[in-house]
């Protein structure tokens, strides 16, 4: 009975270190699973991680874009309205100079008539009194000739303010092209 019992402490003892054996492996494997566990949850947030970084990234350029996008717009705004500024002040500018020539244009045109009127007057007075003189019967042959001359050449004057008066007609509008 002594041996009995000493195979069952045996037997006991055995299954106490196979327990223990069981227990410390156990709780090795359940150590090692618990660090898998944890290291599996370490790599999912740093994939997270590198994703949420990834996504600020994305965002940072896009915000990046959408500013330089703007300051683009807001430069090519001002080109715009500097180009239209420039372009108003020119035409401005265009617009007094074209009104300046109009005047100096009618100026000069009332110049002509008036001094085409007032050629008018004087050889209308010298062409009748030569006409006159012309025709006369006493006259010599030569003084004739030369009588005549002058009243075809007077013609040709008259003709001549006849043309400047009639082209600044045109210019005004009052007389339309022959």
Known sequence: TQVMDLVYQIIDLKDNVHDQQKTTAFSEMSAKFDLEKKEAEILNKNLALELAEGELNRQGILRNSLLAGLLLAIII?????????LK???NKELKQKNEEIEALNEAKSRWFVNVSHELRTPLTLVKGPLMNASVSEKLNPKVKEHLKMAVRNLGNLENLVNEILDLSKMESGKMGLI
């Open 77 to 85: 705004v001002g080109l715009v309205y500097r180009n239209h500024r």
């Open 88 to 90: 108003s002040a020119s």
